[in-house]
């Protein structure tokens, strides 16, 4: 019986020793300008509209949008607090370019995370972006976010710090996903 236990304890030791099977890193899929445009062009309701505009022009996740309320919001100094975001953090994003005032009253936004992820998938349908890119969900209105500011050359530890990541290496893969800079930088070589 003893050898039995042993034999079943070292088979476990020796299967758990193996090197785990990483799973596949994809870039993630962002919103651009222009379908950011089409999307809110297909927006009906005006709740939506903010929801999404908080998620493309501030990066915020649909949790943080849902959670915010009209106090977190600054219209003097143009930014938004975030109170115990995601990992207990508390952190201050910019404000939408294109909120306007009135946008207060929506907050916060009566709307639970599925019928707003469900919104935001069948307006990109009715935009006709999902032909083109199938995997569109609401995080990738953070993902063009994040994307717009690596373009326009804003340091990366800023682009952390406004996303709200821990690690670097988290937002390190908005570098791979616009390699257009790299691209020109090795042009010339060769």
């Known amino acids: ?62 949790s943080e949008v849902l959670k915010l309320e009209a106090k977190d919001v600054n219209l003097k100094d143009k930014n938004i607090l975030l109170r115990q975001a995601k990992g207990s953090k508390d952190r201050v994003v910019n404000l939408p370019k294109h909120f306007r005032e009135d946008y207060l009253k929506l907050l916060p936004i009566k709307c639970g995370e599925r019928a707003l992820e469900v919104a935001f998938k069948r307006t990109c349908k009715r935009a006709g972006l999902l032909e083109k890119k199938p995997t569109l969900h609401f995080h990738s209105l953070r993902h063009g976010y994040a994307t717009r500011l690596v373009s326009n050359k804003v340091p990366i530890h800023h682009v952390r710090t406004l996303l709200g990541h821990s690690n670097i290496s988290t937002t390190n893969i908005y570098l791979e996903a616009n390699p257009q800079e790299a691209l020109k930088s090795v042009e010339e070589l060769f």
């Open 1 to 62: 019986m003893q050898n039995s236990v042993n034999s079943v304890y070292t088979k476990y030791v020796q299967i758990s020793k193996l090197p785990k099977k990483r799973k596949a890193k994809r870039l993630p899929v962002a919103v651009s300008s222009d379908e950011f445009q089409i999307i809110i062009g297909n927006t009906k309701k005006k709740h939506h509209k903010l929801a999404f505009l908080l998620g493309f022009e501030s990066g915020l996740r649909i």
